[in-house]
């Protein structure tokens, strides 16, 4: 019984960092209570979806799809000019 809440709690890890990049909380705490291994670096891996992007400010870069802020006329990371999102 109690390594049901410690997996539990365990699970709650990548459903945190999941959330954090604009993913739902608890199907991902749910994956990550049963495949915690698998998630958690799943989770890392993840790119922010472009929803939750827009909601800080900030946006994808088409042309070297990095993070920039969403006002910015130029791309920092190059000489890439993005069209006007």
């Not at 709650?12 to 999941?18: D, G, K, R, T, V």
Request: glycine share 6%; proline share 11%.
């Amino acid at each position: 019984m109690e390594l049901f809440f410690i997996l539990l709690l365990l699970g709650m890890l990548p459903a945190f960092i999941a959330m954090n990049k604009g993913r739902n909380f608890l199907l991902w705490w749910f994956y990550g209570t049963v495949l915690f291994v698998l998630a958690i670096f799943h989770a890392i891996s993840l790119k922010p979806t472009p929803e939750y992007l827009a909601e800080i400010g900030m946006r994808y870069c088409p042309a070297c799809d990095r993070i920039v802020k969403l006002n910015d006329p130029a791309c920092p990371h190059g000489p890439a000019t993005p069209p006007n999102a």
